[in-house]
């Protein structure tokens, strides 16, 4: 029996993290970025917070178990490569960045989420959607956000 190669040798995983930065790119283009090399120095409670904390649990209820429940209970449909679940998820993480964030801010985060669910999908597991959540979070969080 042999085992599945380890993720970073997978070449849509190492594509998905050079959407990271793409993504990054292309918000400059939306809002100048609020760049602060010291940022998670001077404020680490909040940046572990952004960047791990809240990655972690978003990833845990959305496509752990939302994008499961989808999955399971309402629609195993497909279109290309985004499962119906991953699809419904993702709306639904959009959904719930308008609570504390503005409609486009909020909006803009439903790309990403299907990037994560879509490695959900192809992996059954959370460990390359909570890595990618840390790192784009980590980038988002240190060129665009200011700490409160």
Known sequence: MSTPDPLY?????RAAILLGPLYWLSLC?????????????????????LVLIYPVLEEI???????????????????????????????????????NNPAPAALLVFFPSLVFGYFRDRTGALTASVFLHC??????????????
């Open 61 to 99: 209820v959305f496509r752990g178990l939302l994008q499961e429940l989808v999955r399971v209970y309402v629609s195993r449909a497909v279109f290309g490569p985004l499962s119906m679940a991953n699809l419904l998820t993702s709306l639904l993480f959009a959904a719930a960045h308008l609570i």
């Open 29 to 49: 283009l939306y809002a100048p970025p609020v760049v602060q090399w010291d940022k998670p120095l001077l404020h680490p409670v909040w940046f572990v917070q």
């Open 135 to 148: 790192f784009y979070n980590a980038g988002f969080a240190w060129l665009f956000m200011v700490p409160a």
């Open 9 to 13: 040798r997978n070449p849509l995983f």
